[in-house]
């Protein structure tokens, strides 16, 4: 079984080679905004198509196909919040399972200041109960950040928040999100917010999702 040495914002690296980038996923247009107007929107929820993984061949990187009868880590919905204090991501799997190479949840920030981050959670056979990682688009550098997460398997969900100052102090937050699971064929991906089984070639970005007025 393949395990992974290193995890970065764009490459993922098995084994001591590096695969082929793999594009994010690309947050649907149609997000439901709660709230009167956008300024006061304190959290969006996008639900996502079933069945739409797509299968990445190891060996033969332009081997996409999709996968319509892969349940496991297929996305089903996803909530991005931004109170006043936190900003958090919560994710509704059609399943989640302590099987195989393991899987990571991917999770991309810019904000109105220019700040960019990437976070992940990710589990596999060392940490059913998953790990954080946040780090620096720029150089790739680790940020230190009270993250709190939480992997529910018989709810099947994912849920990881952290404080807002550690992407500085930000009026509003857009976000990327997408899940892997790894195999010993490959891997299979869910565009989190795409309703197509495909890997995107032009990342589209959520809506601002703007700090709400309190807690």
Known sequence: M??????SNAFIKWDGRLTRPLVVAALAAGLVVAGSSAVQAQSITDPDTARDMVRID???EDDVRPAPKQVRNDVLRTTLTHSATRISIRVK????????????????????????????VSA?????????????????GRVRCAIRHSIDYTRNVIAVSFPRQCVGSPRWVKFRVWANRYENTGIYQDDALRDEARVASNPVQSRRVYRASSV
Do not use: F, H, K
Not at 2 to 7: D, G, L
Not at 93 to 119: F, H, I
């Open 93 to 120: 799997y059609a399943e989640l399972r302590r099987l195989g190479g393991g899987y990571t949840q991917y999770m991309q920030m810019v904000t109105n200041e220019g700040v960019r981050r990437g976070l992940e």
């Open 124 to 140: 596999d056979q060392s940490r059913w109960a998953g790990r954080t990682y946040l780090w620096r688009e720029r150089d790739g």
């Open 58 to 60: 190891w060996e033969i």
């Open 2 to 7: 393949r395990t992974p040495t290193r995890i």
